[in-house]
């Protein structure tokens, strides 16, 4: 199956600031998804990333809050922009392969 | 409102025994049902899957059954191995949305005891 490269694998960051969360998929993807796994709860999707268009957000986030770029059909970067410590989460990439959705080994954030 | 819920935090079974994870969903309109495996660390693997036109289907030691009537499904794992100790998320795709846009639940952590 395709494999799902995240980087990074963790990070510790100061309120107020944003961090850039890259997906790099080793073969090309039609769809590619952002989910949010909040302490305790279960993924929540965020938007789907569209290749050479803005992304389709889910009830609940803005673009302003988590820009997200799709330029090719192996890659796509998720932000999380002027960070709190709500947003302390695993942000996971994800795509559709063969009708199956799969996930990347996810990104440990923890706002300070 | 949850609209899949995993109503066992937790489970515990002897190795070689069933393990038997159960998970609700309260929309009638759901046509496809996943579960999926997460390791520590790791991001979720898909194990199974269902289409609600079909009541069972199974892959090896995995087998998923779905209630539509009750809207229930479950996954049962025989025989359970030590390396099965992971947290099982249940999950629906939202109808009318793209493929991606799955509905999980809060998830089940298995303990396989030697």
């Known amino acids: 199956s395709a494999v799902i490269s995240q980087k990074p694998s963790r990070d510790i960051c100061q309120r107020g600031t944003s961090l850039t969360i890259q997906c790099q998929v080793d073969?090309?993807?039609?769809?590619m998804f952002w989910y949010r796994q909040q302490p305790g709860q279960s993924l929540t999707l965020i938007a789907t990333?569209?290749?050479?268009?803005?992304?389709?957000?889910e009830s609940g986030f803005v673009i302003d809050k988590f820009p997200i770029s799709r330029p090719n059909l192996t890659f796509s970067t998720l932000t999380v922009s002027n960070m709190s410590p709500e947003d302390s989460s695993i942000y996971l990439c994800?795509?559709?392969?063969?009708?199956?959705?799969?996930f990347g080994q996810g990104t440990r954030l923890t706002v300070v | 409102d949850q609209q899949v819920k995993q109503n066992s935090p937790s489970l515990s079974v002897q190795e070689g025994r069933i393990s038997i994870l159960n998970c609700d969903y309260t929309?009638?309109?759901?046509?496809?049902f996943l579960w999926y495996k997460k390791y520590p660390a790791e991001g979720p693997t898909f194990l199974i899957s269902?289409?609600?036109?079909?009541d069972k289907n199974e892959d090896g030691r995995f087998t998923v059954f779905l209630n539509k009537s009750a809207k229930h499904l479950s996954l049962h794992i025989v025989p359970s191995q030590p390396g099965d100790s992971a947290v099982y998320f249940c999950?629906?795709?939202?109808?009318?949305?793209?493929?991606?846009?799955?509905?999980f639940g809060k998830g089940t952590k298995l303990s396989v005891k030697p």
């Open positions: 999950a629906v795709r939202n109808y009318g949305g793209s493929q991606g846009n799955l509905i």
């Open positions: 073969s090309q993807v039609t769809m």
């Open positions: 929309n009638s309109m759901f046509d496809y």
């Open positions: 990333a569209n290749q050479g268009s803005e992304a389709t957000y």
């Open positions: 994800s795509v559709e392969w063969r009708a199956i959705i799969l």
């Open positions: 269902i289409s609600s036109i079909k």
